[in-house]
């Protein structure tokens, strides 16, 4: 028997109201995450924690299409959470993003 995997869903994740190369810390459903804009204002739906230490990504940095770490400064791509740099080499969650009037939402 094949083991049943959980139907993803949109959830909503809180007003549109991120600013360009703003970061703003969420919850989706059960899943806290950070919704990013770039400095072009796309949108990206991210995880909260970094993969080095386990430790938040709040308070990071948007630079061009990546997000730096505050804590030992690496790297993730913002659309596929792609590790860029030491010290991480894993890469972090991301989750398909849309807006929905002055919603985000977050397929998870
Ligand atoms: S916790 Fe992010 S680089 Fe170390």
Request: net charge positive; aromatic share 6%; proline share 8%.
């Amino acid at each position: 028997m094949t083991p049943s995997r959980p139907i993803a869903a949109w959830h909503d994740a809180g007003p549109a109201d991120v600013a360009p190369a703003g970061i703003a810390c969420r919850r989706a459903g059960d899943t806290r995450l950070l919704i990013v804009r770039d400095a072009a204002g796309q949108w990206f739906a991210i995880a909260s924690e970094c993969s080095h230490a386990l430790l938040p990504l709040a308070g990071a940095r948007v630079r061009g299409s990546a997000i730096l770490c505050p804590h030992h400064g690496a790297r993730f791509d913002l659309a596929s959470g792609r590790a860029l740099g030491p010290p991480a080499w894993t890469g972090i969650a991301v989750w398909p993003l849309r807006l929905a009037g002055d919603r985000v939402e977050v397929l998870i």
